[in-house]
């Protein structure tokens, strides 16, 4: 028996005894096509097949990444909100879990595994974190990796001291000075 690709012979199997009908042939190292095999019997007579074969790693596509909110509402790609719920999804008929990795302000340890198609969680520490993301099939074939960047401030800012400067005016009944210039150059105000 010979496996056949775009005209060559890439693997070939010869069996000197028994009547064995079936024949394995791993296709993962050429990727998926239509092949030819072809089986030769003793007596020289020759059967020909053609098999289209699919590589699963090449079927696993990247997972889909949202955000809730979808969008950042901060200057320069920031979110300023308390949580960014993220989401994961594929929709590749093969694919069995999907894998993620958390690296920045949210790192956790090790790689995370969620049995289905779907995952979800949430980014709640202050900072940028990097989400790597990838889908397999159960058999240890994956898809490409996706990386995501997520940038979130949720610290309000806070006043530690504040310091007026300014022109004083007079001191009201209530013993308050009222500021009643802050411009330093008296030249530039209109």
Same mark, same amino acid.
């Not at 096509?33 to 089986?39: E, P, S």
């Not at 590749?92 to 595994?113: F, Q």
């Given at each position: ?37 072809? $089986? @030769? ?6 059967? &020909? ?20 909110? #979808? ?12 949580? &960014? ?15 993620? @990795?958390?690296?920045? $302000? ?7 595994? &969620?049995?289905?198609?779907? $995952? ?14 990838? #889908? ?9 990796? $996706? ?44």
């Amino acid at each position: 028996m010979e496996l056949i690709y775009k005209g060559e012979v890439l693997e070939k199997e010869t069996r000197t005894s028994g009547l064995e009908k079936e024949q394995r042939f791993e296709i993962e190292k050429y990727g998926t096509g239509w092949y030819k095999v072809r $089986a @030769t019997a003793d007596n020289g007579k020759t059967k &020909i097949a053609w098999v289209k074969a699919i590589n699963l790693s090449e079927v696993l596509k990247i997972p889909e990444v949202t955000y809730e909110p #979808a969008k950042p509402d901060g200057e320069n790609g920031w979110y300023k909100g308390e949580k &960014i719920t993220v989401k994961i999804e594929t929709d590749s008929p093969s694919a069995k879990e999907i894998h993620y @990795t958390l690296t920045g $302000a949210n790192a956790e340890t090790g790689e995370k595994v &969620i049995q289905g198609k779907t $995952a979800s969680f949430e980014i709640t520490k202050t900072g940028i974190t990097e989400i790597r993301i990838w #889908a397999e099939d159960g058999r240890g074939y994956q898809s490409k990796e $996706a990386n995501k960047t997520i940038k979130l401030d949720n610290i309000k800012p806070e006043i530690s001291e504040l310091k007026l400067e300014g022109t004083k005016g007079e001191t009201d009944k209530n013993k308050k000075t009222w500021i009643i210039s802050n411009r330093r150059n008296k030249s530039n105000s209109k």
